[in-house]
């Protein structure tokens, strides 16, 4: 079946390609979705900052999917910050031009339904599975997140595993994993991550 992000693929060259910088914003909590952003290439997390300034990991997205369709849809704001976790190449067709495609097309209505119902069923899965079930997930994410968002940090275990929500001890022996397959590659107290995409695919899959 048609995704929605290949429905849109003609629609899309009409708007030219924007990059983003590593740590830069594609959007902000709070900001009024007037954009359905097409991820071409990169790595993209989204996060939530809570009133203490903690940063929560909501998800992390590759190449070919689409940003913001739950906000323009509600009519609303964002609900957390879109950031760049590498170089990232994205277009963005307006909110009114998207409404305007969907009406005139109905097939894409069915897959916007489609990605709306997997976003969905993933958010239900990721809250009702236990913590050992999704452990290589939430650490695989976090050390993607963490690494390319703040690359001169050099992260503890202890942080990696706060972050992640998950023990120092199920931390390590996850990053051990990583390590022993060279998607992870430690340097000192550093650690590289030498095909961050790979990693996410072959880690959460």
């Known amino acids: 079946?048609?995704?929605?992000?290949?429905?849109?693929?003609?629609?899309?060259?009409?708007?030219?390609?924007?990059?983003?910088?590593?740590?830069?914003?594609?959007?902000?909590?709070?900001?009024?979705?007037n954009n359905l952003w097409l991820l071409n290439a990169g790595i993209v997390g989204l996060?939530?900052?809570?009133?203490?300034?903690?940063?929560?990991?909501?998800?992390v997205f590759g190449p070919r999917v689409t940003l913001a369709h739950r906000s323009i849809l509600d009519g609303g704001v964002h609900h957390a910050t879109a950031i760049a976790l590498s170089?990232?190449?994205?277009?963005?067709?307006?909110?009114?031009?998207?409404?305007?495609?969907?009406?005139?097309?109905?097939e894409l209505l069915l897959a916007l339904s489609r990605q709306l119902a997997q976003d969905l069923r993933e958010?239900?899965?990721?809250?009702?599975?236990?913590?050992?079930?999704?452990?290589?997930?939430?650490?695989?994410?976090?050390?993607?997140?963490l690494r390319l968002r703040y690359p001169e940090h050099n992260w503890t275990r202890r942080e990696i595993a706060e972050f992640s929500e998950t023990t120092e001890e199920t931390c390590t022996r996850v990053m051990g994993q990583l390590e022993a397959r060279g998607l992870l590659v430690k340097q000192?107290?550093?650690?590289?991550?030498?095909?961050?995409?790979?990693?996410l695919d072959e880690a959460i899959a």
Request: overall charge neutral.
């Open 87 to 106: 170089t990232a190449e994205a277009i963005a067709i307006p909110r009114t031009e998207f409404l305007a495609i969907l009406n005139a097309r109905p």
């Open 123 to 145: 958010a239900e899965e990721r809250i009702a599975r236990v913590m050992d079930r999704t452990a290589s997930q939430r650490v695989a994410e976090a050390l993607v997140y």
């Open 47 to 59: 996060f939530h900052i809570s009133g203490s300034g903690k940063e929560t990991l909501l998800r």
């Open 1 to 33: 079946m048609q995704s929605l992000f290949d429905g849109l693929d003609s629609a899309a060259q009409a708007y030219p390609q924007r990059s983003f910088r590593r740590g830069e914003f594609i959007y902000s909590v709070g900001e009024e979705s």
């Open 188 to 199: 000192g107290r550093r650690f590289d991550l030498p095909a961050p995409d790979k990693l």
